[in-house]
Antibody, heavy 120, light 107 residues
C-alpha cells in the first residue's frame, strides 16, 4: 500500500525557517517524481514545488522561489522541503504528492498533510 | 502563468442528479488537465487525468471531457459520498495551477 506521511509542521515566526519531511513507503520511491502542494486555511490548492525522480529537474512556484528548497533522499525514501524566510502567507497545510507513473503533474497519491503556521 | 477558472463556485444538487462542472484555461493546454475531489479535512483525490482518463478505482459515474481551453467534469448520478469540493488542475506547463474549486452541496 502506498503511503506518504508528512512531518515537521508547526508554529514559526515570520522570517523563520522550517523543514518538512515526507516519508514514502509501498512503492519504489526512486522511480517517481514528487511534489509539494499547499492549501491555506479555507482556501484552494496551490502547487509549490516538484522534483524529478533523479533530482535532475526541480521547479518552484514563483511565490516560493528563492526561499524554499525541495530535495529527496532515495536511500531514506524521503522527500523534503526546506522553507526559509517564512511569511504569514505561507501559512497552510502542506501535502506531499506522488506523480502518476510516467505522467508528470498528475498527483495520484497524497499524504495527510502537515500544518505550517507563520505568526508572531 | 496559466489561470484556471471553474464554474460554478458552488452548486446544490440532490442524490441521483446529473451534475456538470466546467473549467476554463486562460490559454490552450491541449488535454493536460486533471480533476480532483476533496472532502473536508482530507487530502485531494485524483479522479480524472489527461482530461478524460478515469483514474484507477474511481467510479464510472465520473467522466471528463474537453481540450484546448474548455473542460467539463460530469457526475452522471450523484451519490451521497460525492458531496465535496472539486478542483481542476492544468499540467501543461510549470507552474501547475489549480482552479479555485467548486463546492458540491446537498440540496
Amino acid at each position: 500500500e502506498v503511503q506518504l506521511v508528512e512531518s515537521g509542521g508547526g508554529l514559526v515566526k515570520p522570517g523563520g525557517s522550517l523543514r518538512l519531511s515526507c516519508a514514502a513507503s509501498g512503492f519504489t520511491f526512486s522511480s517517481y517524481s514528487m511534489n509539494w502542494v499547499r492549501q491555506a486555511p479555507g482556501k484552494g490548492l496551490e502547487w509549490v514545488s516538484s522534483i524529478s525522480y533523479s533530482s535532475t529537474y526541480i521547479y518552484y512556484a514563483d511565490s516560493v522561489k528563492g526561499r524554499f528548497t525541495i530535495s529527496r533522499d532515495s536511500a531514506k525514501n524521503s522527500l523534503y522541503l526546506q522553507m526559509n524566510s517564512l511569511r504569514a502567507e505561507d501559512t497552510a497545510v502542506y501535502y506531499c504528492a506522488r506523480d502518476l507513473a510516467s505522467v508528470a503533474g498528475y498527483f495520484d497519491y497524497w499524504g495527510q498533510g502537515t500544518l505550517v503556521t507563520v505568526s508572531s | 502563468d496559466i489561470q484556471m477558472t471553474q464554474s460554478p463556485s458552488s452548486v446544490s444538487a440532490s442524490v441521483g442528479d446529473r451534475v456538470t462542472i466546467t473549467c476554463r484555461a486562460s490559454q490552450g493546454i491541449s488535454s493536460w488537465l486533471a480533476w480532483y475531489q476533496q472532502k473536508p479535512g482530507k487530502a485531494p483525490k485524483l479522479l480524472i487525468y489527461a482530461a478524460s482518463s478515469l483514474q484507477s478505482g474511481v467510479p464510472s459515474r465520473f467522466s471528463g471531457s474537453g481540450s484546448g481551453t474548455d473542460f467539463t467534469l460530469t457526475i452522471s448520478s450523484l451519490q451521497p459520498e460525492d458531496f465535496a469540493t472539486y478542483y481542476c488542475q492544468q499540467v501543461n506547463s510549470f507552474s501547475y495551477t489549480f482552479g479555485q474549486g467548486t463546492k458540491l452541496e446537498i440540496k
